[in-house]
């Protein structure tokens, strides 16, 4: 029970890294606040871990990407959820893998007020709390394709070049308080990531994970709890993690 009494708030809680972190963190007896916009899904996993783990939960249906509604919710998070001991900054996705001269506007947006927008409201609107208490930790969720590009990567590519700036920044802005900021890194994760890339098409997405181990969530999941426990006087910056069989973003040893 290495969270007991901590709240941590997890964005992007219904599905994938974030419903893994979720998971390992209600198991280690933390308190959750959980958003995304997939209310039945969210409202799935808040009971089964009420069931399995005895968890109290309280969930934020909301788009990440829209400050005021952001900004009401969390302002109106009840007393006994407020105090927030951590916040993981994991909602993002990529849509789209296109020549920069193909790709679509409405992909580009989404990618980045998603991936760079949100990331920046939500920081914006739970820092005051770690900051009144002078504690608190911030994990953001990056990607191996925020440190090299790939073919077709590109504006998805700079999202995560942005939130690696951004981690950067925290860690110096909040330097000289109990604040810590760690940039989490992986390579390719096995989620519902690359459905949503793809638009729904589940036969190219399967593809991205055969013929070789891709990392699960929950290999992600239990780096980030490690990261959130240790001493007070400790702080990892920055990780990257990715499957054994992959090397750069574009090497990936694949037995077909
Ligand atoms: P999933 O698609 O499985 O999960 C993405 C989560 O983000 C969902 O819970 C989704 O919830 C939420 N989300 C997306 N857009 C919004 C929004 N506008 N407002 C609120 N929530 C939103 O993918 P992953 O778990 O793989 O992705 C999690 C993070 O990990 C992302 O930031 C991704 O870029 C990063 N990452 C993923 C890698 C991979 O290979 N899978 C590798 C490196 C980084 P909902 O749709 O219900 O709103
Ligand atoms: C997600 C992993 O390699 O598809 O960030 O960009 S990758």
Not at 222 to 229: E, G, Q
Request: net charge neutral; with cysteine; charged share 25%.
């Amino acid at each position: 029970m290495k969270l007991n009494g901590k709240i941590a708030f997890i964005t992007g809680a219904s599905s994938g890294i974030g419903e893994a972190t979720a998971r390992i963190f209600a198991e280690n007896g933390a308190k959750l606040i959980l958003l995304a916009r997939r209310k039945e899904r969210l409202e799935e996993i808040a009971k089964e871990f009420a069931h399995n783990y005895d968890t109290k939960t309280h969930l934020i249906t909301a788009d990440v990407r829209k400050f005021d509604e952001l900004k009401e919710k969390i302002n109106s998070i009840p007393q006994d959820f407020k105090d927030i001991d951590i916040l993981i900054n994991n909602a993002g996705l990529a849509r789209g893998l296109e020549k920069i001269y193909e790709g679509a506007i409405s992909d580009w947006e989404e990618m980045v007020q998603t991936n760079i927008l949100g990331l920046l409201y939500i920081t914006k609107l739970v820092a005051p709390i770690f900051l009144q208490k002078n504690s608190g930790h911030i994990v953001n969720i990056g990607s191996l394709a925020g440190r090299a590009i790939y073919p077709n990567g590109n504006v998805y590519c700079a999202t995560k070049f942005a939130v690696k700036a951004l981690s950067e920044s925290m860690i110096i802005d909040f330097n000289g308080t109990n604040i810590k900021v760690t940039n989490v890194d992986p390579g390719l994760v096995q989620t519902e990531f690359s459905q949503v890339r793809f638009k729904g098409d589940k036969t190219r997405a399967e593809q991205v994970y055969k013929g070789y181990k891709p990392l699960t969530p929950f290999d992600i999941a239990n780096i980030i709890l490690f990261c959130v426990t240790l001493p007070e006087h400790v702080l990892i910056q920055d990780i990257l993690v990715t499957p054994t069989a992959q090397a750069t973003a574009t090497i990936v040893h694949k037995t077909m």
